[in-house]
């Protein structure tokens, strides 16, 4: 384990000549065999305004949510629970942290899935099947034959953004692409989305900390 400005950078076997700042503010170097050490930290000085901006976003999402980066609660709807590794604790139970989004999905898929349902009978959108996954950068997807796949984190956000997420998906079943006319049809119903857009960056950790 090496330290470059105080944080832990850890080596990973790779010619990809890449970077990657965890939400747990963890810095990965991807980099071939016949890499040097100091090749490497050059390599994240030249990178210093990324990996600072990376690092700084990490440090806020930790002093707003502190427990839920430490896995001693989780987000419902927005909402902290206590979150515990032991069966028959008090809070939501699972046997590990890449447990957690399964265990959301469980206890609230369900009022998700009502939520899409309203939101499609409100804009006349037909769509096909919905399911869940835990996804590294997406939110949801929308593909060709309208089939709608969200994913588990979107159950931990605030009802709002849940609503945003849910409304963007189907007017993908009308519109395939971020055009003019998505953008109106999506303002019909959700005239501050671009706000919600924003607001959803915040929660973006929520999308990778329960993966290592």
Known sequence: M??????????????????RVSAEKNVTVYAGQDVSDEQIFKF???????????????????????????????????KERPLTFVRGGEGVFVRNKRGVPRAVEALCGEAFLQRVAQWKERMGVVCGTISFQYAKTLWGTCDAECNLRFNRAAMMLPPELCDYLIVHELAHCNFRNHGEGFHRFVARFLPDERERG?????????LSIYRE
């Open 2 to 19: 090496w330290y470059w400005n105080g944080y832990p950078v850890r080596r990973v076997w790779d010619a990809s000549g890449s970077l």
């Open 44 to 78: 994240l000085d030249r990178h210093r305004r990324f990996l600072l901006t990376r690092l700084r976003r990490a440090e806020a999402w930790e002093d707003r949510f502190p427990e839920v980066m430490h896995c001693q609660t989780v987000l419902l709807f927005g």
């Open 198 to 206: 924003k607001k959803l960056a915040e929660y973006s950790f929520l």
